[in-house]
């Protein structure tokens, strides 16, 4: 009996060293299971992975760095001394001056360069200055607007009170000057009754007289001194050595101006021409 007492406890201290062999090398109990057998432990949630994580990082980097450009941006366009108007340049003048084209616009000096208006500095100009038929208001970074001008160029002048009135090609009055230019013929408009003024403005007959000159060839464009139109279909003209043509509407002026070409060659000595129908053109003398 004492042997066989003894034998249980020596067995039963041998497992108690055992189990707390386990427990000390880091070994733990198996998990507990509820009904069934199942583990009722919740299934852990891992963390990001690195990559992931550092992907993260680096996005919120970039948009803090995107809010910063935009910042600094919007402050050096608008808030910082770099940026700003301190001079105005014109090209493509050839009557109208620098400084006219430039008080004109009235570009604001001092002003940010991106808030300048280039709509509005381009109306100015065209209110201002009849002679301008376009004008593009363009930034030159870091301070500068470039301003480039299309003037009129007459057509024709018209006579008023001692001065002459230069009118472009589309029948537009621009100017009033001392002399007429050089080379440009003289309009006169005779409207033959009321009925011409009502049906065909005065605006519209200098325009159908500029389409004429606009057509003739440069040898008799040389030689016409006068345009004189009466009608829309009644436009004539004066050359020099008392020679005339009558030409009729600014219709078909190629042909026309084709047909005078070829009659005056072969009629030199004629003192009057009619191309209004270019089919049949006629020649006569004094």
Known sequence: MVRAARAVRAT??????ARGAGVTAGTRPGPRAGAGGRDRREPAHPGPSGPRLRRRRLLALLALLAV????FGSWALYGSPWLRVKSVSVTGNRVLTDSEVSRAAAVPTGEPLISVDKAAVQRRVRQELPRVRQVTAERSWPHGIVLTVTERRP???????????????EGVRFATVGKPPKGVPLLVLEPRK?????????????????????????????ATRSVR???YDDI???????????WGSA????????????LMKAAADAD?????????PAASGS
Do not use: C
Request: no cysteine.
């Open 12 to 17: 039963n201290r041998t497992a108690e060293r």
């Open 68 to 71: 910063v450009l935009g910042g």
């Open 155 to 169: 057509q024709l002048v018209m006579e008023s009170a001692g001065n002459y009135v230069e009118v472009d090609s």
């Open 194 to 222: 009321p009925a011409g003024k009502r049906y065909f403005s005065a605006t519209r007959l200098r325009r159908e007289a500029a389409r004429v000159t606009d057509a003739l060839p440069d040898s008799v464009h040389r």
């Open 229 to 231: 139109v009466r009608s």
């Open 236 to 246: 004539s003209l004066e050359l020099t050595g008392d020679r005339t043509v009558r």
């Open 251 to 262: 219709e078909h002026g190629k042909a026309k101006a084709e047909a005078l070409g070829a």
């Open 272 to 280: 009057h021409f009619d191309v209004s129908a270019p089919s049949a």
